[in-house]
T-cell receptor
Framework: EAGVAQSPRYKIIEKRQSVAFWCNPI?????LYWYQQILGQGPKLLIQ????????DSQLPKDRFSAERLKGVDSTLKIQPAKLEDSAVYLC??????????FGSGTRLTVV | AQSVSQHNHHVILSEAASLELGCNYS??????LFWYVQYPGQHLQLLLK??????LVKGIKGFEAEFIKSKFSFNLRKPSVQWSDTAEYFC????????????FGTGTKLQVIP
């Protein structure tokens, strides 16, 4: 089966600019997650979707981060405006029911 | 809320040595447990998972993990490591049932010396 697709792979932006990441989950996976992985740390959940509804966004910095999953398939995560501390790898994952996640390759964001 | 502790941040082993990576979690209820591996330059991959049943779980590439409920632990083991096992290993925990989020530990970097 095709994996979780993410784009772009790398992005470098200046602080205060905006950026958007895209994720296409595995077909049939109703649950989609965005994680932030800062260098030297484990992935931290930003937002979890069940179909096109938000299940958990408690750790999403809503003043600058937003995400949507229109039609319950692919999803975009946006940061506006970006800060230096947003430099991280942004991982998208999807899962079918209660099984382990399948992760995408991630987008490495550098904010300068 | 649950949390996960991985006490070893960096482990260096020679090839053929045995491996044990510690993982402890804090959550009083029923949990699902996972180990993920991230090879250099690659994305996270599931090594093994525990949902219920036999607490000794076997995963891919000769890895296994044992769930000890009384110790809130889920340590990862491999009898004989290879250079290709050089990677970062993440333990993760999820409240059982429903669509609860998965919480990851901070990871353990394993370096295997040929």
């Amino acid at each position: 089966e095709a994996g979780v697709a993410q784009s772009p792979r790398y992005k470098i932006i200046e602080k205060r600019q905006s950026v958007a990441f895209w994720c296409n989950p595995i077909s049939g996976h109703a649950t989609l997650y965005w994680y932030q992985q800062i260098l030297g740390q484990g992935p931290k959940l930003l937002i979890q979707f069940q179909n096109n509804g938000v299940v958990d966004d408690s750790q999403l910095p809503k003043d600058r981060f937003s995400a949507e999953r229109l039609k319950g398939v692919d999803s975009t995560l946006k940061i506006q405006p970006a800060k230096l501390e947003d430099s991280a790898v942004y991982l998208c994952a999807s899962s079918f029911q209660n099984y382990g996640y399948t992760f995408g390759s991630g987008t490495r964001l550098t904010v300068v | 809320a649950q949390s996960v502790s991985q006490h070893n941040h960096h482990v260096i082993l020679s090839e053929a040595a045995s491996l044990e990576l510690g993982c402890n979690y804090s959550y009083g209820g029923t949990v699902n447990l996972f180990w993920y591996v991230q090879y250099p330059g690659q994305h996270l991959q599931l090594l093994l998972k525990y949902f219920s049943g036999d607490p000794l779980v076997k995963g891919i590439k000769g890895f296994e993990a044992e769930f000890i409920k009384s110790k809130f632990s889920f340590n990862l083991r491999k009898p004989s490591v290879q250079w290709s096992d050089t990677a970062e290993y993440f333990c993760a925990v999820k409240e059982a049932g429903g669509y609860q989020k998965v919480t990851f530990g901070t990871g353990t970097k394993l370096q295997v010396i040929p």
